[in-house]
């Protein structure tokens, strides 16, 4: 596609419940990164897809945190057992080259 | 680790004027790229400007450009001719390659509001 797409858009989730957030790069792009945007805040990472590389995992911040990258495209963040301190905008970015990512409009998930 | 501050939460400016946003970063190396992008409302990030550590040319891009000063680590952006769609949410970000892992370390951001 022309752009990164994000889905859903929004996300309302009951506490406990599991979610999956789905992203879509830029057709080509081999980078593809994970962040979390929490109210108020800068970015935070979470984790980074290059290629066939092993992903860097080093920022999700608990076990309950998980993405796969399935056939070097399309990738999916998974939260299990959601917590409110979950609710942020989670935003995904794909690029060819360092930093010049291109994001998407985000997931903006809400635990009630 | 490397840290990225903005020390101007929100700042406003009127239509067609001059605005500058500050940044300062924390690093030992000497290599990286420094970015700032723009996140209006729709939560869109946008690349505004890039500049590579190793060039001493400041980056510009039509009426965005960036004062670079490599040795007092700053990294401010200045908006010429400022327009209400300039409106939004800055941030100054800083990515040091590190053998196949570039993840980007963002400031808390700038809100800035133009006025009419």
């Known amino acids: 596609g022309a752009g990164v797409s994000q889905s859903p858009s929004n996300k309302v989730t009951e506490k406990g419940k599991d979610v999956e957030l789905r992203c879509d790069p830029i057709?080509?792009?081999?980078?593809l990164y994970w962040y979390r945007q929490s109210l108020g805040q800068g970015l935070e990472f979470l984790i980074y897809?290059?290629?066939?590389?092993?992903?860097?995992k080093s920022g999700l911040p608990s076990d309950r945190f998980s993405a796969e990258r399935t056939g070097g495209s399309v990738s999916t963040l998974t939260i299990q057992r959601t917590q409110q301190e979950d609710s942020a905008v989670y935003l995904c970015?794909?690029?060819?080259?360092?930093?010049?990512?291109?994001f998407g409009q985000g997931t903006r998930l809400t635990v009630v | 680790a490397q840290t990225v501050t903005q020390s101007q939460p929100e700042m406003s400016v009127q239509e067609a004027e001059t605005v500058t946003l500050s940044c300062t970063y924390d690093?030992?190396?000497?290599?990286?790229?420094l970015f700032w992008y723009k996140q209006p409302p729709s939560r869109q990030m946008i690349l505004v400007i890039r500049?590579?550590?190793?060039?001493?040319q400041n980056a510009t891009e039509n009426r965005f450009s960036v004062n670079f000063q490599k040795a007092a680590k700053s990294f401010s952006l200045k908006i010429s001719d400022s327009q209400l769609g300039d409106t939004a949410m800055y941030f100054c970000?800083?990515?040091?390659?590190?053998?196949?892992?570039?993840?980007?370390?963002f400031g808390k951001g700038t809100k800035l509001t133009v006025n009419p």
């Open positions: 970015a794909s690029s060819l080259e360092p930093g010049a990512g291109i």
């Open positions: 057709s080509g792009h081999t980078a």
């Open positions: 897809f290059q290629g066939n590389s092993a992903p860097d």
């Open positions: 690093t030992s190396e000497s290599n990286y790229y």
């Open positions: 500049q590579e550590a190793y060039k001493q």
């Open positions: 970000a800083f990515i040091r390659p590190q053998g196949g892992s570039e993840k980007l370390v």
